[in-house]
């Protein structure tokens, strides 16, 4: 049978030939995107955690999801834009680094999954109905546990006789508001003042170590915020120029030149983020997933930094470290 008779033929028949699968298209991966308020070189060492994360879980980037990463430099203004990058990358979750992010990516979504590895007061802010059932596209975790700025205080109050002390915040960032409203009615009970600077801008940081200086603080605290995680170095270099010691929430401060920290590894935060992105890409909704709850807060001492102050630190606090860097 010559070539063009045989095409005429098959074309008057239905022919069922085996499938290749060389010509199949691969099955769609995920796209995770994460959207952090800080910068990616300063917060390397826990945003890296999360796709170590899911290493740990059997998720291999490039095979089983794919990754897009945006970072506003601690800079919130631009969290909207790079939440509605995210949504219109079609991410199918977005992991976010604070309340801002968050809140920027409820904003850009409220039907892809969100989850956050540090929720400072989802409720309030209307991020979840409930902490047991979130009833929403947000879940995560807790950034903080009640009375941890207290503790910040009394640790405060342990390493020296304190009569004032400074706190560190940034007025843009609602989580600060919520801590300030914690520690200002603690202060009185525990017979201290408290000043307070405000600090929008890195170039303000400096500037508000001189008023705390100037002012009489004994001793200052850094509220939890991802500009000052951003600057850690530069408020450690401040801190230390204007004879400050320093207290914070987050022990990535004391591993770059802070005196002491008491509160959540931000690191293991990002790691237990990816725990519910697997849940997530194995059908749970997170509206069903309860937002977790600190279960550890840890207390590191930099001996370096307390040196170079010419402070000694008491014996009663060393004995509560959980670690001492030296």
């Known amino acids: 049978m010559k070539r063009r008779e045989f095409i005429t033929l098959l074309g008057g028949v239905?022919?069922?030939?085996?499938?290749?699968?060389?010509?199949?298209?691969?099955?769609?991966?995920?796209?995770?995107?994460l959207l952090a308020a800080g910068a990616k070189?300063?917060?390397?060492?826990?945003?890296?955690?999360?796709?170590?994360?899911?290493?740990?879980?059997?998720?291999?980037?490039?095979?089983?999801?794919?990754?897009?990463?945006?970072y506003a430099d601690g800079d919130p203004v631009r969290l909207p834009f790079l939440a509605e990058e995210l949504a219109r990358l079609k991410a199918d979750v977005i992991v976010t680094s604070n309340n801002q992010a968050t809140s920027a990516a409820r904003k850009a979504t409220t039907t892809v999954p969100?989850?956050?590895?540090?929720?400072?007061?989802?409720?309030?802010?209307?991020?979840?109905?409930?902490?047991?059932?979130?009833?929403?596209?947000?879940?995560?975790?807790?950034?903080?546990?009640?009375?941890?700025?207290?503790?910040?205080?009394?640790?405060?109050?342990?390493?020296?006789?304190?009569?004032?002390?400074?706190?560190?915040?940034?007025?843009?960032n609602p989580s600060n508001v919520v801590q300030r409203r914690e520690i200002e009615p603690v202060a009185g009970k525990l017979g201290v003042a408290l000043l307070s600077v405000e600090v929008r801008t890195g170039d303000e940081v400096g500037p508000a170590f001189q008023t705390f200086a100037r002012e009489g603080a004994n001793i200052v605290v850094v509220l939890m915020d991802a500009k000052f995680l951003t600057l850690r170095r530069q408020v450690a270099a401040f801190a230390l120029t204007t004879r400050l010691p320093t207290v914070y929430g987050w022990r990535d401060h004391v591993e770059d030149g802070g005196l002491i920290s008491y509160g959540t590894d931000l690191r293991e935060r990002f790691r237990r983020a990816a725990t519910y992105v697997s849940k997530i890409l194995k059908g749970e909704k997170p509206a069903d997933l309860p937002v977790e709850f600190p279960t550890k807060l840890e207390l590191v001492i930099n001996l370096a930094t307390a040196k170079a102050l010419g402070l000694s630190i008491p014996p009663t606090v060393l004995a509560r470290a959980d670690e001492v860097i030296e």
């Open 114 to 172: 969100i989850v956050s590895a540090n929720l400072t007061d989802p409720i309030g802010f209307g991020f979840v109905v409930s902490e047991a059932r979130p009833g929403t596209n947000v879940t995560g975790l807790l950034s903080r546990v009640e009375g941890q700025a207290t503790k910040q205080l009394e640790i405060a109050r342990d390493l020296l006789p304190v009569m004032t002390i400074g706190l560190l915040i940034n007025p843009d």
């Open 14 to 33: 239905t022919v069922s030939w085996p499938l290749s699968t060389e010509g199949q298209a691969p099955p769609k991966r995920p796209l995770i995107g």
């Open 41 to 70: 070189g300063a917060g390397s060492r826990y945003y890296g955690a999360f796709p170590l994360g899911l290493g740990e879980l059997g998720y291999l980037e490039g095979r089983d999801y794919m990754f897009e990463e945006r």
